[in-house]
């Protein structure tokens, strides 16, 4: 679950309980160790989901749940040689790309962005190419878009073959992005800790494997002692309530990830709320992502309630709307008794899908008009108690 | 006379009661409604693969056990998952017979909801492996709708009755099939629980009314209650491993009626000596009308008297041993109202199964094959189970499961004859004949990686033992000399290790327990020879044994008397 970084919110430490530490930001990443990487996903698991764990170099570091934490990823070995072969250079040449220089090989796979291009970087690169599929192509705007969903500069160093050397390129190349995590732990709980759920991205595409960066940086990482460069950045907005509120969570996938840092906040915290979650995936046995953990909370009365969705164990799919359908008249009942919701994960289907299923029950339950009742959600929507993290 | 009102946990009579505190299971029983329990909410319970653990018990009158793969335990402990659940699935087969769309259905069940293998078991059932919790309904269900079912396959109930399967030149095989299979009926629990459960039958309003049980009653057994028949000169249910066992006995070629033994029993337990493994008492005959009302007092006897403080000890073997032989007999004369017959001669000639094609009476062909640990299944080098399915689609006659694991095709026409040896040659399905005595006189548990008793491997393990053993008997040449070798692991002994001539039982991972001097009829307990083997000193402790059995046996002496004579080890009394 990585999304490009967008601008840093300005930091509002409300916690009064750990000291006031600055959070390193995005300009002054610091270096992380990573003490435990587990694959989450059972043996026979089409899924590759890893829980990592990394060490701070402070204690005092008080990220707070539902903040994310960025990592700066190095391009995977395999990428970088195919470039470099395409560019019809050597790893060894040396090469500057802005302040920093060194080998082709360890800037390339360090400092530039190779796996999301931009449009500009489309456009720079068309005077390189003389390729007239190229040109036409990027007159049309949703055929550029198609174009560079999920494009690599392999994939277009190679489809649109032109000559373009090393210090050309990487004059026109972006440096490399951070990509951001919504965290899985509460500094409570964890102090000197941080970890993430990161699902390793693979896809076919122009007949190639391909691999998402940092997931596969991750994935590759040994399970121990290596070190990461990391920064946080701060949500204001995807917090915790109040300890007396009750909160029902929607996050399938390692859209549950800001959950379990819920859990171990609240569960530190001793907070009275009640709480409700919904997670979804594939298949029962093998993607019931940090499953002995919820089922532990379950035992301890903290989770109150949990509703699964797993999709590929009949032959019907079920998602987590249709749970949320089904527990329409209990899930209306906390909504009205002040409940906040929280949806992570999927924005394209799964946060619409969730959206309209609320739509439904509140209409439903309430019973009042769908447009009633979308309003009803746009209000919860102004008062903060409809939140999405979704990417 | 003990009737269902008068009876309780401890024994009938104010003398014999215990002062020693019920079992949990006993507890379970007791609340559970005639074995409802909270199986229906366990079953929609999401967050979990498990029951909750009460039902764990229950589950097993139900046919069921819950067991996980041990294989993977660590490594998803790791990955915060919970163990890998799910449930074996024991299918009784009263008698071993099934039809070829029954067959056909078990396998297909196999495929779509359990690991893709179907167990042929020790006592004539089959078994699904795998099969996870959100399936096990439906395939509880679907086993129903081919006539089958599950209900009392495990559990403190009378099991799967067992009865030879291929005795047909006896001429009194189908009369002795059919006091098989209404003993079975007639000793089948009446709890609409199973009913309810896995079928959707309607709720009965108040269940605790409604159901009755008037040969268990609410309690059920202490203990599992295994029954079977045999017809001489075959023992292949080995008869005397079961708590109560009838032998047929023939009177100028009609069914007379039957020995009877009790008592029999496999399980013990290492470290606790007062545990062990029981040849079954022959206490006399009775004619063939009484089988029902005998087989009814026995359980009756065993559910009023035996141990219910301590579930090791809770066997009919140890109910025996505890109030005396003569007790018994007294007490079960007593609640028939007439004597027991002195019991009458008979021979049994082997337990072993007999291989390859045989011809029956009204001409049609029966073909008993060898499958190794019972297990159907298609792996690299076999496709067995694509070729019996092959079989099975144009079969007209049946299918019989043996107490060896083994399957028989049987009643086949002459015309479907050589289609099926077809089917045999493409597939490369060997004979029995082509494979060493050893070999086809093995029998395996389940054990690693389901069984949650298990000390070490026996199925998965055994076959490649024998290639090992297989290579001294040759150097000897003792290769078709049907030497039977059963491995379990753990002391249980649901393969019957203590009745085979060599028994290995599993104490940890690797090592085994090496026992010796069964005999070939399973009518002999055989003894420990040595502890705690590694695969080394299993070879390194039979090797020179099957060298001077080939040099130094009487003739068509078999392995299991010859240690017995040279002193290897000492009958016990």
């Known amino acids: 679950m990585s999304h490009v970084l967008s601008q840093a919110a300005p930091v509002n430490r409300s916690d009064a309980r750990l000291p006031e530490v600055g959070l390193p930001e995005r300009n002054n990443p610091v270096e992380a160790i990573v003490v435990n990487k587990i694959r989450l996903n059972g043996r026979g698991s089409e899924k590759y989901t890893y829980h990592v764990e990394l060490e701070l170099p402070s204690d005092q570091i008080a990220y707070e749940p539902g903040d994310s934490v960025g990592i700066i990823p190095a391009n995977h070995k395999s990428l970088v040689s195919e470039i470099i072969h395409l560019l019809r250079e050597t790893p060894e040449t040396p090469v500057i790309f802005g302040n920093s220089s060194g080998s082709l090989g360890n800037v390339l796979t360090n400092e530039v962005e190779l796996t999301k291009l931009t449009r500009e970087n489309l456009e720079s690169y068309r005077q390189f190419s003389r390729d007239k599929a190229l040109n036409e192509l990027s007159q049309d705007l949703n055929k550029t878009s198609a174009l560079l969903q999920g494009c690599t500069w392999a994939d277009l160093l190679r489809l649109f073959p032109g000559r373009i050397n090393a210090g050309e390129f990487l004059a026109i190349a972006r440096p490399i992005q951070p990509r951001l995590y919504s965290i899985s732990s509460s500094a409570r709980a964890y102090p000197g800790e941080v970890h993430i759920t990161v699902r390793q991205v693979s896809y076919n595409l122009h007949g190639k494997e391909h691999f998402g960066i940092c997931s596969t940086y991750l994935a590759d990482l040994p399970e121990t002692e290596d070190r990461v460069r990391i920064f946080f950045e701060t949500n204001e907005v995807f917090r915790l309530p109040s300890d007396d509120t009750d909160i029902i969570m929607i996050g399938p996938g390692t859209g549950v990830a800001p959950f379990r840092a819920f859990m171990q906040e609240r569960e530190d915290r001793e907070a009275s709320g009640k709480n409700w979650l919904f997670f979804g995936d594939w298949r029962f046995t093998t993607d019931f992502l940090y499953q002995t953990e919820w089922q532990d909370w379950h035992k301890k009365s903290l989770l109150h309630r949990i509703d699964l969705a797993f999709s590929r164990d009949q032959k019907q799919k079920i998602y987590v709307q249709h749970r949320l359908v089904e527990k329409s008249r209990d899930l209306f009942k906390w909504i009205e008794n002040g409940a906040k919701i929280y949806v992570c994960g999927d924005m394209k289907n799964m946060a619409q899908d969730v959206n309209k299923a609320f739509v439904d029950i509140i209409s439903r339950e309430g019973g009042i008009s769908v447009e009633k009742a979308q309003e009803y959600l746009k209000t919860m929507r102004k008062q903060k108690r409809y939140l999405e993290d979704v990417y | ?573």
């Open chain 2, 1 to 573: 006379m003990s009737t269902n009102k008068d009876y309780n946990f401890f024994g009938m009579e104010d003398t014999r009661k215990q002062e020693v505190p019920l079992t949990e299971v006993e507890h379970i029983k007791e609340n559970s409604r005639f074995l409802r329990g909270t199986i229906d909410e366990s079953l929609i319970d999401n967050i979990t693969g498990a029951l909750r653990a009460a039902d764990t018990h229950l589950i097993k009158f139900h046919g069921s056990y819950q067991q996980s793969d041990r294989d993977v335990e660590s490594e998803r402990k790791k990955q915060k998952l919970e163990p890998l659940y799910s449930f074996m699935i024991r299918i009784r087969v009263p008698g071993g017979i099934a039809s070829p769309s029954q067959f056909l259905r078990i396998i297909e069940l196999g495929d779509v909801y359990g690991n893709g293998t179907v167990k042929l078991t020790s006592r004539q059932a089959f078994q699904l492996h795998g099969v996870f919790k959100h399936n096990l309904k439906q395939t509880i269900r679907k086993i129903n709708d081919t006539l089958l079912d599950t209900i009392a396959a495990c559990g403190d109930v009378n099991r799967n009755v067992m009865c030879n399967p291929l005795s047909e030149l006896s001429g009194i095989h189908n009369e002795v099939y059919t006091d098989a299979v209404r003993t079975s009926i007639h000793l089948t629990p009446h709890t609409k629980a199973y009913h309810e459960i896995w079928l959707d039958k309607q709720l009965v309003a108040n269940t605790r009314d409604e159901d009755e049980e008037p040969i268990y009653g609410k309690t059920y057994l202490p203990r599992k209650f295994k029954m079977a028949f045999a017809i001489p000169p075959d023992n292949d249910v080995d008869i005397y491993a079961n708590d109560l066992g009838f032998i047929a006995i023939k009177d100028q070629g009609q069914l007379a009626g039957y020995n009877v033994v009790v008592g029999g029993g496999m399980g013990m337990t290492f470290g606790n000596a007062d545990t062990y493994p029981r040849i079954a008492s022959n206490i006399g005959f009775i004619p063939k009308e009484m089988v029902l009302r005998v087989s009814e007092e026995v359980v009756k006897i065993q559910r009023d008297n035996g141990n219910r403080s301590d579930r090791k000890l809770a066997r009919l073997k140890y109910t025996i041993d505890r109030l005396g032989l003569d007790w018994f007999i007294n007490e079960l004369q007593k609640r028939l109202g007439f004597q027991l017959q002195p019991w009458r001669p008979f021979t049994f000639t082997s337990n072993s199964d007999r291989y390859g094609w045989s011809r029956t009476t009204s001409g049609l062909w029966h073909l008993a094959l060898f499958i190794e640990g019972g297990r159907i299944w298609d792996s690299n080098a076999l496709q067995l189970k694509k070729a019996l399915v092959e079989i099975a689609l144009i079969h007209n006659g049946d299918f019989r499961l043996t107490g060896n694991q083994n399957l028989v095709i049987a009643n086949i026409s002459s015309s479907t004859k050589p289609r099926i040896t077809a089917i045999l040659n493409r597939y490369g399905i060997n004979q029995a004949s082509v494979f060493t005595g050893m070999r086809i006189n093995s029998l395996a548990c389940v054990a690693l990686n389901t069984c949650p008793l298990a000390f070490a491997e026996a199925e998965r393990y055994l076959p490649s033992l024998i290639d090992k053993l297989e290579e001294i008997l040759k150097e000897n040449g003792l290769e078709k000399e049907s030497i039977s070798i059963r491995m379990t692991g753990c002391p249980n002994g649901c393969a019957r290790p203590y009745i085979a001539e060599i028994g290995l039982v599993g104490k940890s991972i690797g090592h085994y327990n090496l026992y010796l001097g069964g005999n070939t009829t399973g009518s002999r307990i055989n003894v420990l020879y040595r502890e705690t083997l590694n695969e080394q000193q299993i070879i390194g402790a039979l090797s020179p044994i099957f060298k001077s059995f080939s040099q130094e046996r009487i003739k068509n002496e078999p392995f299991g008397d010859f240690v017995i004579r040279r002193g290897i080890v000492s009958e016990e009394s």
